[in-house]
């Protein structure tokens, strides 16, 4: 068996191990940086949101506290005309009035209470966001292999994700002619095609008969 031809097919199998490993490593960065995006994206909508949200979720908030007051009158005007009530009859209608007005304020205090929520989860956002931006910053800045960050991480994202295109496809082209030098080599050496056969694959075959051989002679 040609010795040469059968180092260059190691040295074939070898460089597209390592090109899968290049490759394995473009992969996981180009997914780094796609959750990056993604994230940063969603916080720059909620901050572009954040006036209008602010101005709706107080709106709920005032809307809720008027109720709030309309319905403490209502138990008010209810106890009162219970504490007048002579008749049984009418005391008993002024109860179930009074009973009412309660369970009223009791819902209306829990969307006073959601609303309140919902107005601090607001405020907490907008403090929390601009400082979760920055930590997708420094990220994006300790991504080994990526761009260096300048202006927004969209962007970066962006020229991130097209570097790692072009760059996965160049090893992609790379392996491919190795995988078709790998082949071509191992077809030669056994005297049979391995056509679609990794170089790995057909290193395997290749030694296998070369082991076989040795183990005849």
Do not use: C
């Not at 005391?91 to 009412?100: I, K, M, P």
């Not at 205090?109 to 607001?122: G, H, K, T």
Request: proline share 3%.
């Amino acid at each position: 068996m040609d010795d040469r031809a059968l180092n260059e097919l190691r040295a074939l199998a070898a460089r597209d191990v390592e090109l899968a490993e290049r490759r394995a490593e473009i992969a996981a960065r180009d997914a780094e940086v796609a959750s990056i995006r993604s994230r940063a994206e969603e916080i720059e909508r909620a901050l572009a949101a954040h006036p209008e949200e602010q101005r709706r979720r107080e709106s709920e908030l005032d809307e809720a506290r008027d109720e709030l007051e309309r319905r403490r009158g209502e138990l008010a005007h209810a106890e009162r005309v219970l504490e007048e009530a002579q008749a049984e009859d009418e005391r008993e209608l002024a109860r179930r009035a009074v009973d009412r007005a309660l369970d009223h304020i009791a819902v209306t205090q829990s969307r006073v209470d959601r609303a309140e929520a919902a107005r601090a989860e607001l405020e907490r956002e907008a403090v929390d966001l601009p400082q979760e931006l920055q930590q997708l910053e420094r990220r994006a800045r300790a991504l080994p292999g990526a761009p260096q960050l300048a202006g927004g991480l969209v962007d970066w994202a962006s020229r991130a994700h097209a570097e790692a295109f072009v760059a996965g496809r160049q090893i992609d082209a790379e392996r491919e002619r190795i995988i078709r030098e790998a082949n071509e080599l191992a077809s030669l050496l056994l005297g049979e095609p391995t056509h679609g056969a990794t170089p790995a694959q057909a290193l395997t075959r290749v030694e296998g008969l070369t082991s076989a051989r040795s183990r005849k002679d």
